[in-house]
């Protein structure tokens, strides 16, 4: 008897069903409610069968975070004129740009995304992908920042001016035309500020005689880090002195990137009682400082 309730058992549990995969929002709890699963799956965030990999999950943590500081700004600006328009430098693949599309500005009926991007074949690609998912306001430039400075197809005044991961000088590009829009917002994640620390480098020898403030680049692994830093102080400055109340802030836990931080910039009315002389002040004396004044042209206000 024991013999045959254990051969039943064990022909039970044959023909048991196997445990059912994790559905999509128990591999990523931070799915937003409403978010298009073919869009991710058209940007290979997600695999046709729905799937995600640990690489795709991070970058998505990383836009989806990003939408959080962006959608009050988009909201902010909609409230007071019933319309935006964002501008995406550096765009790439446009992921940032589709997300905010489909999460915040598809739902409230109004509002452009501009993505900019320089390689025309990623440019080729948003374009299709936007026509085939009906994201009707959404437009792809085949540029670089300054070439979309001079163009007159653009709208005079851009609201709310990106820039992700735009690598060295791309974020101080970003900064030039989002000063020359006019922007209220701008929201900067810069990558790999290679010039200051070349600039450092270069005059090094000179600075370690003059300054013992010097000791903070002297070896090469400080260059290349403090390099970085600097320069988006000198990039806050520059934004203060031209009237932007400016927040530096991570963007993500530093186990998702190290290319983390993120420089909002929001366009005050007023000038606050010499806060854009102060801070062009204070420009001008750090240039001086750290022996970077070859960078005044990049830096100028």
Not at 17 to 43: C, D, F, I, T
Not at 157 to 177: E, G, K, S
Not at 250 to 276: C, T, Y
Request: net charge positive; hydrophobic share 45%.
């Amino acid at each position: 008897m024991i013999a045959a309730m254990s051969a039943a058992s064990r022909s039970k549990a044959a023909r048991a069903k196997p445990p059912a995969a994790p559905g999509l929002h128990q591999q990523l709890p931070e799915l937003r409610e409403g978010q298009s699963v073919a869009l991710l799956q058209e940007l290979h965030i997600l695999t046709r069968e729905g799937k995600l990999n640990q690489d795709t999950r991070r970058k998505l943590k990383q836009v989806y975070h990003l939408v959080q500081f962006i959608e009050p700004l988009l909201d902010e600006v909609m409230r007071e004129q019933g319309e935006v328009t964002l501008a995406d430098h550096g765009a790439g693949k446009s992921y940032l740009g589709f997300i905010l599309y489909d999460l915040v500005l598809k739902p409230r009926g109004a509002g452009r995304v501009i993505g900019v991007e320089a390689r025309s074949e990623l440019v080729e690609k948003s374009h299709a992908l936007a026509q085939r998912l009906g994201f009707e306001r959404m437009r792809f430039l085949a540029a670089t920042v300054q070439q979309a400075m001079d163009d007159a197809a653009l709208p005079e005044r851009i609201d709310v001016v990106t820039a992700l991961h735009a690598c060295d000088t791309a974020t101080d590009d970003a900064i030039d035309f989002g000063l020359a829009r006019q922007a209220r917002h701008m929201v900067l994640v810069p990558c790999c500020q290679a010039e200051a620390a070349g600039v450092m480098r270069q005059h090094k020898a000179l600075s370690l005689k003059r300054t013992p403030l010097a000791e903070l680049w002297r070896h090469p692994l400080h260059t290349r880090e403090f390099g970085s830093q600097i320069t988006n102080v000198l990039r806050c400055l520059r934004l203060q002195a031209h009237g932007y109340d400016v927040t530096v802030t991570e963007l993500v836990g530093w186990e998702h990137s190290m290319k983390n931080e993120l420089i909002l910039a929001r366009r005050m009315v007023d000038d606050r009682p010499g806060q854009r002389e102060n801070a062009r002040q204070r420009l001008l004396q750090v240039l001086d400082a750290f022996g970077l004044q070859d960078l005044q042209h990049r830096f100028a206000v």
